[in-house]
């Protein structure tokens, strides 16, 4: 069992307070969306779990399995199962898909990595991503459309298999087959490895693929309200300024309230 636990936290960029006391539990099998207006700081949370430095951690937590993970680079996070898809992957020239992703894994599983089997393994998922063969062998995502590039992630979350997966966006710029192809696969990574996963999308179309088992709206640096799937319906209906908010449960009494209907 994984758990990410976010404990009041507060973070900043350019001296401008982004998160304000933010709280978020996720265990393993749990899907979480998380949905707000533009600018809220959907991406900002998702950088600071991964580590970016650009962001500064004025005060609070951030665990992962219990171990206090607020000052730990992105390369220790990401050997810890912690990885991100990002919403604008960024192009890397000079290094390939392939190398990329080589270099990760023998560096992580040392002596137990295969070249064979990491070929075998990378086909098999390029294949099944749709994408391109000659695409593992390109820098990384250079001359990648964005959908392309989308896809890529993907792809390095099959070949890292994290135990903690975040996709901001990972919907944008697909078209409705990629969006197909992409929807299952995140679905088969969930029930083949039973990670906790964090999906951050404006659109319910994402969601005819996978099912989140918890549904939160950000506004203010903080989750305000917490619920289902029929909370997106109501955003996709209502928008966010005319959501009713009376019903406020917080992620922690959300959580107790799971835990105790597990028990
Ligand atoms: P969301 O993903 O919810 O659309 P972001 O997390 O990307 O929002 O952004 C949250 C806020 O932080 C926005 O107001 C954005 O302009 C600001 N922000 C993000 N990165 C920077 C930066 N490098 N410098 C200054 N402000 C930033
Ligand atoms: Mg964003």
């Known amino acids: 069992m994984n758990t990410l636990k976010i404990e009041n936290l507060t973070v900043s960029i350019n001296n401008k307070v982004i998160l304000?006391?933010?709280?978020?539990?996720?265990?393993?099998?749990?899907?979480?969306?998380?949905?707000?207006?533009?600018?809220?700081?959907?991406?900002t949370l998702t950088k600071v779990i991964m580590g970016d430095p650009n962001y500064k951690i004025e005060k609070g937590y951030i665990y992962y399995n219990d171990k206090l993970i607020n000052d730990l680079t992105v390369d220790e996070r990401s050997r810890l199962g912690i990885f991100l898809g990002m919403q604008l992957p960024l192009e890397?020239?000079?290094?390939?898909?392939?190398?990329?992703?080589?270099?990760?894994?023998s560096i992580r599983q040392k002596e137990n990595f295969k070249l064979f089997d990491f070929i075998k393994e990378l086909d098999k998922n390029v294949e099944?991503?749709?994408?391109?063969?000659d695409m593992i062998h390109r820098g990384i995502n250079q001359g990648f459309s964005g959908g392309e590039r989308k896809k890529n992630e993907i792809l390095q979350m099959y070949m890292l298999k994290p135990s903690f997966?975040?996709?901001?966006?990972i919907d944008s710029g697909l078209d409705v087959d990629n969006l197909k192809i992409v929807g299952e696969s995140i679905m088969k990574y969930y029930k083949e490895y039973n990670p906790?996963?964090?999906l951050?999308?404006?659109?319910?179309?994402?969601?005819d693929y996978i099912k989140p088992t918890h549904v939160h709206i950000m506004s203010d640096g903080k989750i305000i309200?917490?619920?289902?799937?029929?909370?997106v319906k109501?955003?996709?209906?209502?928008?966010?300024?005319?959501?009713?908010?009376?019903?406020?449960?917080?992620?922690?009494?959300?959580?107790?309230?799971?835990?105790i209907k597990n028990e």
């Open 20 to 43: 304000k006391n933010f709280n978020l539990i996720i265990n393993s099998g749990e899907i979480h969306v998380l949905m707000g207006v533009n600018g809220i700081g959907k991406s």
């Open 92 to 105: 890397i020239e000079g290094v390939t898909n392939a190398d990329f992703l080589r270099s990760a894994l």
């Open 128 to 133: 099944s991503l749709h994408m391109k063969s």
């Open 165 to 169: 997966v975040m996709l901001d966006e």
């Open 196 to 198: 906790c996963i964090l």
């Open 200 to 207: 951050i999308t404006h659109y319910e179309r994402l969601l």
């Open 225 to 231: 309200k917490t619920g289902g799937f029929e909370l």
């Open 234 to 259: 109501e955003i996709e209906e209502k928008g966010f300024q005319n959501i009713s908010l009376k019903k406020v449960v917080s992620t922690s009494e959300c959580a107790i309230k799971e835990k």
